[in-house]
């Protein structure tokens, strides 16, 4: 069975850090790009980190750029998402995707067809 479960979310303060994790089963994540989005309440799906693990090039959205980091362990076939330097706008739930054949960048826009996940809740909170 082809599966992502997305964990590691939780409550930290402003300047904190978390690592979310991306574990993949049914699958080998090293010929997939795999894709990291948020959605805050009522605000649209967003695309935050992408990697295409073919050639491990990357793309992240401005707003995470230089805090985020997205990384792939292919003995543990498991994305991750290092965010460091949290800001309470980051407060969101994080999912996960991976698709084959796809650029880091076109894997971060979010499609209509993507089923979503439960996602994991990252909130950022004094």
């Known amino acids: 069975q082809v599966q992502l479960v997305e964990s590691g979310g939780g409550l930290v303060q402003p300047g904190g850090s978390l690592r979310l994790s991306c574990a993949a089963s049914g699958f080998t994540l090293r010929h997939y790009t795999v894709g990291w989005y948020r959605q805050a309440p009522g605000k649209e799906r967003e695309g935050i980190s992408c990697i295409r693990n073919n050639d491990e090039s990357t793309y992240y959205a401005d707003s995470v750029k230089g805090r985020f980091t997205i990384s792939t362990d292919y003995a543990q076939n498991t994305a991750y998402l290092q965010m460091n330097n949290l800001k309470p706008e980051d407060t969101a739930i994080y999912y996960c995707?991976?698709?084959?054949?796809?650029?880091?960048?076109?894997?971060?826009?979010?499609?209509?067809?993507?089923?979503w996940g439960q996602g994991t809740q990252v909130t950022v909170s004094t």
């Open positions: 995707k991976a698709a084959p054949l796809t650029t880091a960048r076109a894997m971060c826009v979010p499609l209509k067809s993507f089923s």
